[in-house]
């Protein structure tokens, strides 16, 4: 899915349109700043039909009134614009959604073609090579190539199977090699692709509490310089000035933070359209706030840290065992073992080895971390991680790991890989070695994350000695080793009793607790339902490095806010020592030392001062849309560069803004 411009003639049409519709009270209401905007633009104009009854003169009333009016619509404009690009996106994702046949399989096993809006879940149906996915679903029973360009935007096929953690598939995507059968899991208008357009068109997005919180500040401050302003004309009568009802109001409006108040909502659409852009899909704006306030990541080694493929290479067999006997016992507890590892030993080692008839397999489980088979002819054998296997031989009545097996474990760990024992019984037969290769880039990311004070903890079923390495390699902070479901829950609950905010990637269902229990759970597209419906972001590209993408985009957001946020609060300030000077010099002689533009007269410069009040807020749409640049720095530092970029140039924008355009209406005359 490819992301439009930041702004074409279509989007500036629909934001033009939504603008128009955004002026009405209802929907002004929703933000205290700009309705007090609007309401003044209606005294204002009030006031100028009222002049212009009684015979008095009635332009200054009417020009503030526009100019007003103007300062809504722009405002509304800017959240017009953010809205229209996420209805481009929605557009573009609604033309990948069609209404498919899909194959249905009945309780006898037969087929029935029945359209897809008839598909509820936990209907089975089969797809087979060229066919276009029905529904959101889980693979059950095969496995295939899939074409999910249609919704990530990516043109490699992936491979979906079922019993791995790459089970899930998405509705709307074409199977392009051998025959899927799968389990439907939404129901019809709630799919992922629906979820999506519904999120960009932004029917479901609520402000979030830093949203509301900023909102709630904004809303004292406007009462704070509405008290201030009603309380004006008492304190210009006692030093024999006047003020009347036009200029209180415009004064007023030139005070209060119209800035950020007009560009709040679209910071937060704009902060969704850019996780969308990553093909993110956030189940609440609140999880991309989150992401910029992360003090801690975990992170699962395989397939995050790693490429996720690890590969038996070696078989090391123990004195007085044979190669042959090892090969036999290492490849029978592979058979019925899904996983990559499991099939890669097959591959190693499985020439010529079949299992008895009669052979009950005991396939791989996260929890006993060991799959094995019990023969018929009384052999039972097991394969697995070093302390889950040497646990088993102890409770077969063998004695505990001896020191050549312990040395050999050792070795393969120092090395980077991953060892398993494989047991018969009581006796350890030898050592299996694993190999996965770090992705590229990882260690300079995670540097990038700890720039941004962020910690990052690696998340694996190996044993102690290999997780150390793989750790040391990649960079992360830390590591948990042999981690078991509830491992990865406690450690996350741990962090949070002390304080901080964790988040967690994960993709399968052992890993939904954690996410569950998160503050931001990453689950992959690709992953189980389960993992799915625990976790609050959703990545459509299956990619579990995504999360420091995420991380930076809620970052960048929170960032945005902050720098328009000071950058308005800055204009405020400048604002109220550029105008009362010049407006009451007249009055006040002694004023106009403090009228350091030298405005032309009282009425050019509340003109031009309301004229960059409204026109500041178009200028800053594009930062608003875009975000500031993000850097990788601590919060004290993001913090001291927005108040030295942000505030400074807020301070100087109005007096420059405003003498250009005291200038020019003093060259048309209106002085």
């Not at 312990?406 to 299996?432: H, M």
């Not at 964790?502 to 996410?515: K, S």
């Not at 990545?539 to 985009?553: G, H, M, N, R």
Request: with cysteine.
């Amino acid at each position: 899915m490819s992301a439009p411009p930041l702004i074409t003639p279509e989007i500036l049409t629909q934001g033009l349109r939504a603008s128009v519709e955004g002026m009405h009270p209802r929907r002004l209401a929703k933000s205290p700043v700009m309705f007090t905007v609007g309401v003044g633009a209606a005294l204002c104009g009030i006031f100028a039909l009222r002049d212009a009854q009684t015979g008095q003169p009635w332009g200054d009333d009417a020009a503030i009134a526009l100019i007003l009016l103007l300062t809504v619509q722009l405002a509304t404009f800017a959240e017009g614009l953010a809205e229209a690009r996420g209805r481009a996106q929605a557009s573009a994702l609604r033309a990948t959604r069609s209404d498919t046949i899909a194959r249905r399989l009945t309780a006898s096993g037969e087929e029935e073609r029945v359209p897809s809006t008839a598909l509820r879940p936990g209907d089975r149906v089969a797809v087979s090579a060229g066919e276009v996915i029905p529904g959101d679903g889980e693979v059950v029973r095969g496995a295939a190539t899939v074409d999910e360009s249609a919704i990530t935007g990516e043109s490699a096929p992936v491979l979906r199977e079922a019993g791995t953690d790459r089970s899930g598939v998405t509705g709307g995507t074409r199977v392009l090699s051998d025959e899927l059968e799968l389990v439907i899991t939404a129901q019809p208008g709630d799919s992922f692709l629906d979820r999506m357009i519904k999120l960009v068109e932004g029917a479901e997005r609520q402000p979030t509490p830093n949203e509301v919180a900023l909102g709630t500040l904004l809303a004292a401050l406007t009462l704070v310089f509405l008290i201030v302003c009603a309380t004006l004309p008492s304190l210009a009568a006692a030093v024999g000035a006047s003020i009347d009802h036009s200029t209180l109001v415009a004064l007023f409006v030139c005070l209060v933070p119209t800035t950020i108040g007009g560009l709040l909502p679209a910071i937060g659409i704009a902060g969704m359209d850019r996780a969308l852009r990553a093909n993110v899909l956030a189940k609440s704006g609140r999880a991309i706030e989150i992401a910029g306030d992360i003090d801690l990541m975990l992170l699962d080694k395989t397939g995050t840290i790693t490429l996720g493929a690890r590969q038996a290479r070696q078989l090391i067999a123990l004195s007085g065992v044979s190669d042959a006997r090892l090969r036999e016992a290492a490849t029978l507890a592979s058979l019925e073992d899904p996983t990559p590892e499991g099939r890669s030993i097959v591959a190693l080692a499985g020439e010529g080895v079949a299992a008895a008839a009669g052979a009950t397999f005991v396939p791989f489980s996260a929890s006993t971390r060991m799959s094995g088979v019990d023969l018929p002819d009384g052999r039972v054998i097991r394969k697995g991680a070093v302390s889950a296997v040497g646990a088993w031989i102890v409770g077969q009545g063998g004695a505990p790991l001896g020191a050549e097996l312990t040395r050999l474990v050792e070795e393969i760990a120092r090395r980077g890989g991953t060892p398993l024992v494989v047991a018969e019984g009581p006796q350890p037969l030898g050592v299996i070695g694993l190999v996965d290769v770090l992705k590229p880039g990882m260690k300079e990311r995670f540097a990038r994350l700890r720039e941004m004070g962020i910690q990052t903890i690696m998340v694996t079923g190996d044993n102690p000695l290999t997780a150390a390495a793989i750790a040391t390699e990649a960079g992360v902070d830390g590591f948990i080793a042999e981690a078991t479901p509830e491992d990865k829950l406690q450690r996350v609950r741990d962090e949070q009793r002390a304080g901080k905010l964790v988040a967690m990637t994960g993709d399968g269902t052992n890993d939904a607790p954690a996410l569950a229990q998160a503050d931001l759970g990453l689950a992959m597209n690709a992953g189980t339902q389960a993992a799915k419906e625990a976790a609050n972001l959703i990545d459509l590209d299956s990619d579990p490095t995504k999360l420091a993408q995420v991380v930076e985009i809620g970052k960048q957001l929170l960032s945005t806010r902050g720098a328009l946020t000071t950058f308005s609060l800055a204009n405020d300030v400048a604002k109220y020592f550029v105008l009362l000077p010049a407006m009451f010099a007249v009055s006040l002689p002694g004023l106009k030392e403090l009228n350091v533009l030298d405005l032309s007269s009282p009425r050019t410069a509340l003109y031009a001062a309301l004229l960059f009040n409204a026109l500041i807020l178009p200028a800053l749409v594009p930062l608003a849309l875009r975000g500031v640049e993000l850097r990788a720095e601590r919060a004290e530092a993001r913090l001291t560069r927005s108040l030295m970029v942000y505030g400074v140039g807020g301070l100087i924008a109005p007096f420059v803004g405003i003498k250009l355009l005291d200038l020019g209406l003093s060259a048309l005359g209106l002085s």
